[in-house]
């Protein structure tokens, strides 16, 4: 029979963390022992069964980690002598047991068992990674890639710490394996939107993924049944949830089944109580501190869930392997038949493991594989890798936002973040910024590259899921935690050799004794690299410093993408412009932007407690620092162009040490915001901060004649000291205005606040809906007032929808669809929604207030109504609305009008003039 069902995609995870230690004989170091006995060679056994077919059955990744131990020839030499011990273990077994027939039969299957093993091992040149090799160059398997010491990148904080993580991965994988990965495992399914990009530098074109990465809970589109393209040339395989419980889950899955053998009786736990001679007999099988460990020998099977168990018939388990093989087929067939009601011609359902749970979690495990592998044509699937399935695919379809999620206990981060481990991330965090600033020292001090590697290495090591986990899980909880504080006190040991102006934290730790990485098996050389020379190309160039307290991706209003805008076609006009911002989230300390240098600082930890004006004051002060750091380095300052109030602190003392010129741009005043009423203490406090630096800057730019008319007014300033610049917009591609638009939909965009006036918009549209009925008002923006305008709208049911925040994708396609976007502003000192409707060719009605009022004629370019005027609103809404033909020639000739008008090339020219005059 054919294979027409669809493909059947297995993905098995390879991982150990790195336990190897200078001393032998200890339990972790068995872990690694276990899993090479039980798992990956049973595991390379069945790999070379597999016909070449033309295309890989499965996927497999292996870690950096465990790659490591693989080829360390000390831990090859201790696993032979291993071996030996189990096989003479088992050969003593044969000797007690021989007087019962089963156990017996038992002894001499584990004597057999660890003598294939031992032979295998050595035939292998004790090299289990050279096979694999062998394996995916002959197209059996596919290799794929995973982070240098499975660190849980969600809770990586900076960009730079993932880029680390994923890069030293891929190039480890590169050295082993002789060639680039097409596939990555990313540790724990942890998904964070950051690794694309890294990905699509690296080449990386799949990932498996848990079925939480998908926002939606549409069933319809049945995620687990077809590839999903995740944009950047990345496509994700969602794990099948509906199959693999069939496996997985702890209740009912199949290896839970009587008849299996029962991981938890072992003959190391079970044998040596009785007396001095029994102990004597186990002991030298344990480890070297007499503590019980598994010997690898277990004689009962799973019968049930009680105490008595009865011994186990490795005849009869291996026969129940091909009913449950059977029966996994029959129910991925079930899946595949639901594919053609979701529109999916050609299921794909993908199976993903831990490859422990074969053969050593579950000793049937790889015999069960097996059978499925035999038998998965018979039932119409063809067994395939991902990365075989993405290299056929042709139309990736259309690109689906995935969401941070694990395959974790409740599909997010709830076993890595949780009261037992979060305060880990804390000492991992600081470490993280550490390492960055050591990064830019290393950069001026040579000879250092030791020492900040080796810095780098530890802290990977402490960045490893596994001890997050294991805290979690309550096992070996102190092994964990010595872990942990041992590579963070080995950083901090580091770091501190870099530089005396380090001010690094105490952190004393017990050590543990862990052999180093083999050279190039860790190779975080790539993020260092590249940092150090963007960090001395940005020094070696004087500028402009540009503050402000928001800069893409961190966009709280227009201020953000006005000031970006601004700073990149000054710097296509060959201006230097450095601008100084804060960190909101995980963004790169350093980053050079379409070519602005953008530096991050990174606010301290700040009690929430703390007023708005007191953060204000703090952030000031770490803008400050940045800066001067900077400097320190060599870095020149021509002038200070500061943005709105909320960095004049920083701009201020920056212009005063540094002797340069300040330029602040009032992009909107306090006064204005409240129409003149402050009567709240902070508001005074924000208007006497806008008054202060109003006047000790050299020059103010505004956006309008509007604005600077209040500002010469508000802050007695004479009118040669300010400059209307108006803000320009970004050419974008647009259908023609006459394209097909709705007929009643009417959109607003902006922040929920009151100088916007959305309240007056909410009151029109009542009037609007008594006489057109159909009307529909959408809402994109979310602010302080939320609440209390969806309470006004809850009279006009069904006619107004609160979007929430939508990004620029979205925002362009409302624009492209709505037949009409209202600005009702109070206070506007410029107007950018109103520019990006008329820019998308959107007729519009503003209020005929500050800036909005100097981009619209009435009944040219759109249609203006009084502000606050709720029936001079609701007139202008209904006449657009019911001469859509008048209101699209309005909307052609806005259109042109910002083409020749609006222009940052123009805007950023005269703020050149301005200053060249003050550097003179």
């Known amino acids: ?13 390879a991982h150990i963390p790195y336990v190897a230690h200078s001393a032998a004989g200890r339990m972790e170091e068995r872990w690694f022992y276990e899993a090479l006995t039980e798992t990956y060679l049973p595991l390379l056994r069945l790999f070379n069964t597999l016909q070449e077919k033309g295309s890989p059955y499965l996927a497999l990744s292996v870690t950096p980690t465990l790659l490591a131990m693989m080829e360390n020839e000390e831990l090859q030499e201790r696993y032979v002598s291993h071996l030996k011990r189990q096989i003479e273990l088992a050969g003593r077994e044969k000797s007690r047991v021989r007087n019962d027939d089963h156990l017996f039969r038992l002894a001499s299957f584990y004597h057999d068992l660890f003598t294939m093993t031992l032979e295998q091992y050595i035939n292998l040149d004790c090299r289990p990674a050279l096979a694999l090799k062998i394996l995916q160059e002959k197209g059996v398997i596919e290799l794929m890639a995973s982070a240098a010491t499975h660190a849980f990148l969600p809770a990586v904080q900076t960009t730079e710490g993932i880029q680390s993580q994923i890069c030293a991965g891929i190039q480890t994988y590169r050295q082993s394996f002789g060639r680039k990965p097409k596939g990555f495992w990313l540790p724990e399914c942890g998904y964070d939107a950051r690794v694309r990009d890294v990905f699509q530098a690296e080449g990386i074109e799949w990932i498996p993924l848990d079925v939480h990465a998908m926002d939606t809970p549409d069933e319809k589109l049945r995620p687990c049944l077809a590839p999903l393209h995740i944009g950047q040339g990345i496509t994700a395989f969602i794990r099948n949830q509906s199959t693999s419980e069939l496996v997985w889950n702890a209740q009912d899955g199949y290896p839970g089944d009587s008849v299996y053998r029962e991981f938890y009786r072992d003959i190391g736990w079970d044998i040596g109580w009785e007396s001095e001679e029994a102990w004597n007999y186990i002991r030298p099988y344990l480890l070297d501190n007499g503590a019980r460990i598994d010997t690898g020998i277990k004689y009962y099977q799973v019968t049930g869930k009680g105490t008595e168990k009865l011994l186990y018939n490795p005849d009869a388990a291996m026969q129940r392997t091909v009913v449950h093989a059977h029966h996994f087929l029959q129910q991925c067939g079930l899946e595949a038949d639901q594919a053609p009601r979701s529109g999916i011609d050609q299921p794909v359902i993908t199976a993903m493991y831990d490859a422990e749970l074969f053969g050593h979690w579950w000793f049937e495990g790889i015999e069960w594989l097996r059978q499925v592998v035999l038998a998965a044509e018979q039932y119409g699937f063809e067994l395939a890798s991902p990365g075989y399935v993405a290299s056929s695919l042709q139309h990736p379809g259309p690109v689906h936002e995935l969401s941070m999620s694990t395959w974790g206990r409740g599909g997010y981060a709830e076993v890595w973040v ?22 830019s020292i290393a950069a001026q001090a040579p000879g250092t590259g030791g020492h900040l590697r080796a810095a ?18 309550d096992t070996v909880v102190s092994y964990a935690l010595t872990r942990f504080s041992s590579h963070l006190a080995d950083f901090y040991d580091h770091i501190e050799q870099l530089s005396a102006n380090l001010s690094v934290p105490s952190f004393s730790a017990t050590r543990e004794d862990v052999m180093a990485f083999p050279p190039g098996r860790l190779v975080l050389d790539h993020a260092i690299t590249l940092d150090q020379k963007l960090l001395n190309d940005a020094v070696s160039k004087p500028g402009v410093f540009m503050l402000t307290w928001e800069y893409p991706p961190n966009v709280v209003g227009g201020l953000g993408r006005a000031v970006s805008e601004l700073a990149e076609t000054l710097a296509k006009q060959g201006e230097t412009v450095h601008v100084i911002t804060i960190a909101r989230e995980r963004e790169p300390a350093l980053e050079l932007r379409h070519g602005v240098y953008v530096h991050r600082a990174t606010m301290p930890f700040i009690e929430p407690t ?54 602040m741009t009032i992009h909107a ?10 009567t709240s203490e902070l508001q005074t406090r924000i208007h006497d901060r806008e008054f202060a630096v109003a006047t000790a800057a050299d020059r103010i730019f ?19 000291k300010v400059d209307v610049f108006r803000n320009g917009i970004l050419s974008k591609e647009h259908s023609s205005v006459q394209r097909r638009r709705s007929t009643n939909q009417v959109l607003f965009l902006g922040r929920l606040v009151f100088e916007k006036g959305v309240h007056t918009l909410l009151h029109a549209m009542r009037q609007v809906c008594a006489q ?3 009307v529909q008002l959408l809402i994109a923006g979310t602010g302080p007032l939320e609440s209390e305008l969806r309470g006004l709208a809850d009279s006009m049911f069904g006619h107004v929808d609160f979007l929430g925040f939508v990004g620029p994708s979205e925002r362009d396609q409302l624009l492209a669809e709505a037949a009409l976007t209202v600005i009702p502003s109070y206070y506007e000192p410029f107007g950018l929604v109103a520019l990006e409707a008329m820019q998308a060719g959107c007729p519009v009605v503003v209020a005929d207030s500050g800036g909005l009022a100097e981009l619209v004629d009435h ?14 609103l609701a007139t202008q809404i209904v006449d657009a609305l019911r001469d859509q033909a008048g209101s699209l020639r309005m909307a052609a000739y806005a259109q042109r009008k910002v083409q020749s008008e609006f222009s940052w090339d123009a805007c950023a020219a005269g703020i050149r003039e301005v200053y060249q005059q003050l550097r003179v």
């Open 772 to 774: 057109i009925p159909d």
């Open 1 to 13: 029979m054919t294979a027409a069902r669809g493909k059947l995609c297995f993905v098995l995870h």
């Open 859 to 872: 009944m040219v370019e759109g249609r203006k109504a009084i502000p606050g005027d709720v029936n001079s």
């Open 418 to 439: 949780n009261a037992k481990n979060h305060w880990m991330y804390r000492h991992l965090h600081v470490a993280e910024r550490m390492l960055q600033r050591a990064i």
């Open 610 to 663: 703390v007023s708005f004006y007191d953060w204000v004051v703090l952030m000031n002060l770490a803008l400050v620092d940045c800066a001067l750091e900077l400097v320190r380095r060599g870095c020149g300052i021509s002038l200070i162009h500061g943005h709105d109030w909320l960095v004049s602190i920083a701009a201020e003392e920056l212009a005063e040490r540094m002797e340069v010129p300040l330029v």
């Open 456 to 473: 780098a290495e530890a802290l990977a090591l402490a960045q490893s899921s596994d001890w997050a986990f294991i805290l979690d899980h």
């Open 702 to 720: 505004v956006c309008s004649l509007a604005m600077k008319s209040e500002v010469c007014g508000l802050f007695q300033l004479p009118e040669d």
């Open 669 to 678: 005043t306090e006064w204005g915001r409240n129409q003149g009423r402050l």
